[in-house]
């Protein structure tokens, strides 16, 4: 090969990856045509780190909202994602008004098209009538009185993790764990039971094939992946076309797999459990709606916020074994990361602030002692402290750090001129909400005292996100609570917790996901016991 013809395959070269930058790059005006304040990612950070994700998600978000907010009194403002333009809400009020009052007009999470049919049938996927339809199919099967049926799979899971953590703890040379993947264990464990009638074998053996199978649906962040999400949006009938998707489809066929054989197993045999399978094979069959609910079930504003103001209108969706199947595979791929997040982090914050561990086991100790030193659904569900705990590790570290809505009709922004527009992408940024001085003063201070009865009240309760509110929000918001919260409180009733030498302090988080620990989450733990 020539020197002038290499030269010319290197130009060119060039010139492709500076055309493809300046076309994801662009659009960058669109904001500014109709008046909206606007900030781009590289008045933040430099495009060659946010293009090759060096940067945090939170972080990014974090940042671009701190530069909206520094005009007063500022409700909205614009960005661009891979060229496509992205409302940012900034006001706590018209934060509601998308969420719940003005819902009508934000039915819709941001769309992308997957190949393969199975995922278009997941809850979290689903648009409009067809959305509304298993919504209400479904809520009855995450109610109090539902989840207290299944309080015993979080024990049992929890007894293991327990169990485990002494055995490895007596292994230990200098007393240090890494967390995550214990957490991690446990949710799994839970998942397993719960959504797949299964016993995953985790803690007994972590090359089980449900661990083998659940770890290749989470450890999936890569940059690899963030390109095919990149192109998903771009060009989502390309993508689709290339079947171009998220997830690992071996692991996925597993899962399924799993669930028709306990299916099968039940419907033969006859056999019942108290977990979330059982619950939505009897949802098959029952035709129980939101208003017919038992005593127990009396709606908190969480549940009136979730309401479908037009469920009159709505049918209850059949459950077929296809739609079955696909919401237990949405539950363990949402429901994973959410609770190893809260553990792991509340187990970090309860090392880093002793008064805060010292004063939650106190509490704990002194409800189980009136329970003969086991946990039970009701002192659980009553523990103040562990509740102002568990809600302040979710404010510090939500799942998800941000909210995302499509506009499907116009919207004129009450007491504003401005109109968004439909088809917008909307934003709320969970994350930055969150750790808003004007909101949560010094917010990265751990203080549960942010949620006591006082404080909370004295709150935009918009300001507080970890599950989403309104008909959108997280359905299984009440099962992912209770789940952590008896893990937490078996964590802490067994072992003390302090920093390490391998404790990063301050923390330092990867790329590889939302809110995740750069080189695990290590704590010295003590046993109680």
Not at 64 to 90: A, S, V, W
Not at 203 to 212: H, Q
Request: charged content about 25%.
């Amino acid at each position: 090969m020539s020197l002038w013809v290499l030269a010319l395959i290197v130009i060119v070269i060039i010139l492709l990856s500076y055309l493809i930058f300046k076309f994801i790059d662009g659009n960058r005006d669109f904001w500014t045509k109709q008046g909206v304040p606007y900030v781009h990612g590289n008045q933040i950070f430099n495009n060659w780190n946010r293009y090759t994700f060096r940067i945090p998600f939170h972080e990014l978000d974090n940042q671009m909202y701190k530069f909206l907010k520094k005009e007063p009194d500022i409700k909205i403002g614009g960005t661009t994602l891979f060229r496509h333009p992205m409302l940012f809400i900034l006001d706590l009020e018209l934060v509601k008004n998308i969420l719940v009052k003005d819902f009508d007009h934000f039915i819709n999470r941001r769309g992308i098209e997957f190949s393969d049919p199975k995922f278009e049938l997941m809850l979290f996927n689903m648009i409009n009538q067809d959305w509304k339809d298993l919504r209400v199919t479904m809520t009855p099967t995450f109610t109090t009185s539902k989840i207290r049926r299944m309080f015993g799979v979080f024990v049992e899971s929890g007894e293991k993790m327990i169990n485990f953590l002494q055995s490895e703890l007596k292994k230990s040379s200098d007393s240090q764990l890494e967390l995550r993947g214990v957490c991690g264990r446990y949710t799994m464990d839970v998942i397993a039971s719960a959504a797949f009638g299964v016993d995953s074998q985790n803690f007994e053996n972590e090359n089980s094939p449900f661990a083998v199978n659940g770890r290749k649906l989470q450890d999936n962040i890569s940059k690899t992946l963030m390109i095919k999400f990149m192109l998903m949006i771009l060009f989502p009938k390309i993508a689709k076309y290339f079947n171009m998707g998220f997830f690992n489809i071996d692991a996925i066929n597993f899962l399924e797999s799993v669930v028709k054989d306990s299916i099968q197993r039940r419907k033969e045999l006859g056999e019942k459990r108290n977990d979330f399978l059982q619950l939505m094979l009897e949802a098959q069959d029952e035709n129980e709606t939101i208003e017919q609910l038992s005593q127990e079930d009396a709606l908190d504003q969480y549940d009136k916020d979730a309401k479908l103001e037009d469920s009159k209108k709505v049918q209850k969706m059949k459950l077929t074994d296809d739609l079955l199947i696909a919401q237990c595979n949405i539950f363990f791929i949402a429901g994973f990361d959410t609770t190893e997040s809260l553990l792991m982090w509340a187990s970090y914050e309860l090392a880093l602030n002793p008064d805060v561990q010292e004063k939650l086991y106190k509490e704990l100790l002194l409800a189980t002692n009136g329970s003969k030193g086991e946990l039970t659904y009701d002192n659980v569900n009553n523990l103040e402290y562990l509740d102002m705990v568990v809600s302040e590790t979710l404010r510090k570290y939500p799942a998800a750090v941000r909210l995302e809505r499509k506009c499907n009709k116009d919207y004129k922004i009450p007491n504003d001129d401005y109109v968004i527009t439909k088809d917008t992408h909307i934003i709320v940024p969970t994350y930055a909400i969150h750790h808003d001085p004007a909101i949560y003063p010094d917010p990265d201070k751990f203080d549960p005292e942010r949620f006591n009865t006082d404080n909370k009240a004295s709150r935009h309760p918009y300001a507080y996100l970890p599950f989403g509110l309104g008909p959108r929000s997280c359905i299984a918001m009440r099962f992912a609570l209770m789940e952590g919260k008896v893990a937490v409180a078996d964590l802490v009733l067994n072992f003390k917790f302090s920093p390490g030498a391998k404790t990063n302090i301050p923390m330092k988080y990867t790329t590889k996901g939302f809110l995740k620990p750069e080189n695990g989450m290590w704590l010295k733990l003590e046993s109680r016991n």
